[in-house]
């Protein structure tokens, strides 16, 4: 978390309306602010929505948003823009970014995210691989049917809702299943390019992999899909004459967009610029598509190859949130908005339709329903990229912020809790408690803030004093949860040099019934975990564990991340199409580690028995009949 010194006036990065002048250098007053890095709250009023039984617990409201400097974003037009300065966010955290291992989100998780996606306001959602599985192909349907028919914002923005497939037909047809329902679909389809990855990948000429691209592309055109993106995968390390011929026989067949990935993170900036330049200059028929960038972050480059890419004529970029996806993850959607929000005018003058006061809600939820954390020292979103621990920079901010920071705080959504506001402890009262939350964000129904006030005097009982982040790691632990088949009820462990480790749990089931089980182990987390098993019995690995504090101190909460790998192999690989056991992640909070480590592993198990239970529910359908829509 960032310093309070922050606290000071400085001024927040240009504009990103192109009909504006530039921002003087100089300090004026008109563009002061007093801010300081505080975590703009309310992210599960998005969870409430897309999971009934969140919705019935809690349900958070974000602070008010304030409105994006961009103008009115052009038209959406499938294989053209008419402004020239507008940039397309594509993003794709649902589908590359789930390919991160432990990063498994259920629908349900998927559809909230999906939602504060289109609140963000990228323009395209790949929500998935619809032909990995039945349960990815229905929470693909479902964003459909929700996200890609609901207006959002003052100007009634709907994003596209993309859907990924091989240049197969029957990947075609699940993508196009899943996504015919919203206002504005769009298939993305993708074949290998490169040398290496049609010689020992497809085992095909490149005669038959044009042949391939031009016969998928036009099927799916003929489905009815007006909007279809093409990719010639390991486009970074394909032959340039080939490149050119390949897309020019797709935009014959029906491409809008031509997407150059950089599949391998392969290529160096000016490579990758110029790949672009000459893809625009000798391919013909160009003028009739979009192009797009797909940057990979095998060498750390995904960001600057992305904005080397659209400054060279892209203007369509695909991204994911804090950057997660396969391998070293994909170019961020916040370090690739933010540089062309604040570098505008080296940059041609591009400007996206992202409203950047969504960044921090968007981060923080990916977040915490992937399981991945980004690392403090994370440009943009990470907890200390607003933080100054150094004297000569703590010296300079507090006599003018523009010194040492380059974009404000309050542009990405990080707000300033009250400095002067009300400290918790033991002796707090439900008014105070519940004011705090509505300081925070949070608005707690009053059946529920009992229960929370119950779970809050519980630690105020062994802290002095209970901070914003302890009242954040509580609540986090209950919004972001997945449906809840098993819970805990009670855990109690022994340990130290006298003796086995031996722990107790105590879980109720979804039928209602409390088991009990005890375990011996070599720690009291194995034991505990132990236990578990014997009552849940899910065969499962243990593949990641991992804790931090909340907060400095002995007294500190506890965060626990744990990833499992299940017996679940319904699913297919979107690069290589082989079926894999998927991972699952948890996450718990508590002031006794022993309690954190158990309620991350039953919600890991419990996402494990919620995929497991949705693939059972796609499975009982008969042959032919599809999920009843909205329509």
Same mark, same amino acid.
């Given at each position: 978390?960032?310093?309070?010194?922050?606290?000071?006036?400085?001024?927040?990065?240009?504009?990103?309306?192109?009909?504006?002048? #530039?921002?003087?250098?100089?300090?004026?007053?008109?563009?002061?602010?007093?801010?300081?890095?505080?975590?703009?709250?309310?992210?599960?009023?998005?969870?409430?929505?897309?999971?009934?039984?969140?919705?019935?617990?809690?349900?958070?409201?974000?602070?008010?948003?304030?409105?994006?400097?961009?103008?009115?974003?052009?038209?959406?037009?499938?294989?053209?823009?008419?402004?020239?300065?507008?940039?397309?966010?594509?993003?794709?955290?649902?589908?590359?970014?789930?390919?991160? #291992?432990?990063?498994?989100?259920?629908?349900?998780?998927?559809?909230?995210?999906?939602?504060?996606?289109?609140?963000?306001?990228?323009?395209?959602?790949?929500?998935?691989?619809?032909?990995?599985?039945?349960?990815?192909?229905?929470?693909?349907?479902?964003?459909?049917?929700?996200?890609?028919?609901?207006?959002?914002?003052?100007?009634?923005?709907?994003?596209? !809702?993309?859907?990924?497939?091989?240049?197969?037909?029957?990947?075609?047809?699940?993508?196009?299943?899943?996504?015919?329902?919203?206002?504005?679909?769009?298939?993305?389809?993708?074949?290998?390019?490169?040398?290496?990855?049609?010689?020992?990948?497809?085992?095909?000429?490149?005669?038959?992999?044009?042949?391939?691209?031009?016969?998928?592309?036009?099927?799916?055109?003929?489905?009815?899909?007006?909007?279809?993106?093409?990719?010639?995968?390991?486009?970074?390390?394909?032959?340039?004459?080939?490149?050119?011929?390949?897309?020019?026989?797709?935009?014959?067949?029906?491409?809008?967009?031509?997407?150059?990935?950089?599949?391998?993170?392969?290529?160096? #900036?000016?490579?990758?610029?110029?790949?672009?330049?000459?893809?625009?200059?000798?391919?013909?028929?160009?003028?009739?598509?979009?192009?797009?960038?797909?940057?990979?972050?095998?060498?750390?480059?995904?960001?600057?190859?992305?904005?080397?890419?659209?400054?060279?004529?892209?203007?369509?970029?695909?991204?994911?949130?804090?950057?997660?996806?396969?391998?070293?993850?994909?170019?961020?959607?916040?370090?690739?908005?933010?540089?062309?929000?604040?570098?505008?005018?080296?940059?041609?003058?591009?400007?996206?339709?992202?409203?950047?006061?969504?960044?921090?809600?968007?981060?923080?939820?990916?977040?915490?329903?992937?399981?991945?954390?980004?690392?403090?020292?994370?440009?943009?979103?990470?907890?200390?990229?607003?933080?100054?621990?150094?004297?000569?920079?703590?010296?300079?901010?507090?006599?003018?912020?523009?010194?040492?920071?380059?974009?404000?705080?309050?542009?990405?959504?990080?707000?300033?809790?009250?400095?002067?506001?009300?400290?918790?402890?033991?002796?707090?009262?439900?008014?105070?408690?519940?004011?705090?939350?509505?300081?925070?964000?949070?608005?707690?129904?009053?059946?529920?803030?009992?229960?929370?006030?119950?779970?809050?005097?519980?630690?105020?009982?062994?802290?002095?004093?209970?901070?914003?982040?302890?009242?954040?790691?509580?609540?986090?632990?209950?919004?972001?949860?997945?449906?809840?088949?098993?819970?805990?009820?009670?855990?109690?462990?022994?340990?130290?040099?006298?003796?086995?480790?031996?722990?107790?749990?105590?879980?109720?089931?979804?039928?209602?019934?409390?088991?009990?089980?005890?375990?011996?182990?070599?720690?009291?987390?194995?034991?505990?975990?132990?236990?578990?098993?014997?009552?849940?019995?899910?065969?499962?690995?243990?593949?990641?564990?991992?804790?931090?504090?909340?907060?400095?101190?002995?007294?500190?909460?506890?965060?626990?991340?744990?990833?499992?790998?299940?017996?679940?192999?319904?699913?297919?690989?979107?690069?290589?199409?082989?079926?894999?056991?998927?991972?699952?992640?948890?996450?718990?909070?508590?002031?006794?580690?022993?309690?954190?480590?158990?309620?991350?592993?039953?919600?890991?198990?419990?996402? !494990?028995?919620?995929?497991?239970?949705?693939?059972?529910?796609?499975?009982?359908?008969?042959?032919?009949?599809?999920?009843?829509?909205?329509?």
């Amino acid at each position: 978390m960032a310093s309070a010194l922050l606290s000071s006036a400085k001024p927040s990065c240009a504009s990103a309306n192109p009909t504006s002048a #530039p921002r003087p250098h100089a300090p004026t007053l008109s563009c002061f602010r007093a801010v300081a890095p505080r975590l703009s709250r309310g992210l599960a009023a998005a969870a409430a929505a897309a999971n009934p039984s969140v919705s019935r617990r809690c349900r958070a409201l974000a602070r008010p948003v304030r409105a994006s400097l961009a103008p009115r974003r052009p038209e959406y037009v499938p294989s053209r823009i008419d402004d020239p300065n507008y940039v397309r966010i594509f993003d794709t955290t649902l589908r590359d970014g789930e390919q991160s #291992p432990g990063a498994t989100m259920t629908s349900a998780e998927k559809l909230v995210i999906a939602r504060q996606l289109a609140r963000l306001g990228v323009d395209i959602i790949e929500a998935g691989f619809p032909a990995s599985s039945p349960d990815d192909l229905d929470a693909v349907r479902s964003i459909a049917i929700e996200v890609g028919n609901t207006p959002v914002g003052e100007d009634g923005h709907v994003p596209v !809702i993309c859907g990924l497939s091989r240049c197969n037909k029957r990947d075609i047809d699940a993508a196009w299943e899943a996504v015919r329902h919203a206002r504005r679909p769009r298939i993305h389809t993708f074949i290998a390019t490169s040398e290496i990855h049609m010689q020992h990948k497809l085992r095909k000429t490149p005669e038959q992999v044009v042949a391939i691209a031009r016969e998928m592309v036009a099927y799916a055109r003929s489905l009815g899909c007006t909007d279809v993106e093409f990719s010639p995968e390991d486009a970074g390390r394909s032959n340039r004459e080939f490149l050119y011929h390949i897309l020019e026989e797709v935009i014959k067949a029906g491409a809008t967009t031509l997407n150059i990935p950089d599949t391998v993170g392969y290529t160096l #900036p000016y490579e990758f610029g110029k790949l672009i330049a000459d893809i625009k200059a000798n391919t013909p028929g160009i003028e009739n598509a979009i192009i797009s960038t797909h940057c990979q972050n095998d060498l750390g480059l995904a960001t600057a190859n992305t904005l080397a890419g659209a400054h060279a004529g892209a203007r369509q970029l695909e991204v994911t949130v804090n950057g997660i996806g396969e391998r070293a993850g994909n170019a961020s959607l916040e370090e690739v908005v933010m540089a062309i929000k604040c570098r505008r005018e080296l940059l041609g003058g591009l400007y996206t339709g992202i409203n950047s006061q969504h960044i921090t809600m968007s981060s923080k939820m990916v977040q915490e329903h992937s399981g991945l954390h980004v690392q403090p020292h994370k440009a943009i979103v990470g907890a200390n990229a607003f933080a100054h621990e150094s004297g000569i920079h703590q010296d300079g901010m507090l006599k003018y912020k523009g010194t040492y920071e380059i974009i404000s705080p309050d542009d990405i959504g990080l707000t300033r809790a009250n400095e002067f506001g009300i400290v918790l402890g033991k002796l707090s009262g439900r008014h105070a408690v519940r004011s705090k939350l509505v300081e925070l964000g949070y608005e707690i129904t009053d059946k529920e803030f009992e229960d929370f006030f119950k779970r809050y005097k519980e630690v105020a009982e062994k802290k002095k004093r209970v901070t914003d982040e302890d009242i954040e790691a509580l609540l986090s632990d209950e919004i972001f949860q997945p449906k809840v088949f098993w819970s805990l009820v009670d855990v109690q462990a022994t340990c130290g040099t006298l003796g086995l480790s031996t722990a107790t749990v105590k879980l109720i089931g979804p039928d209602g019934e409390e088991k009990i089980a005890c375990s011996v182990g070599t720690g009291p987390v194995d034991a505990a975990y132990k236990a578990v098993d014997e009552i849940i019995q899910i065969p499962t690995v243990l593949r990641e564990y991992g804790m931090t504090s909340v907060t400095e101190g002995i007294d500190a909460i506890a965060t626990t991340r744990v990833v499992v790998t299940g017996d679940v192999n319904d699913s297919k690989h979107a690069l290589t199409g082989h079926s894999f056991n998927r991972a699952f992640s948890g996450s718990g909070a508590a002031m006794d580690i022993v309690v954190s480590s158990v309620r991350a592993y039953l919600s890991a198990l419990n996402k !494990i028995s919620s995929f497991v239970g949705a693939i059972k529910a796609s499975s009982e359908i008969p042959e032919g009949k599809s999920v009843q829509t909205a329509e």
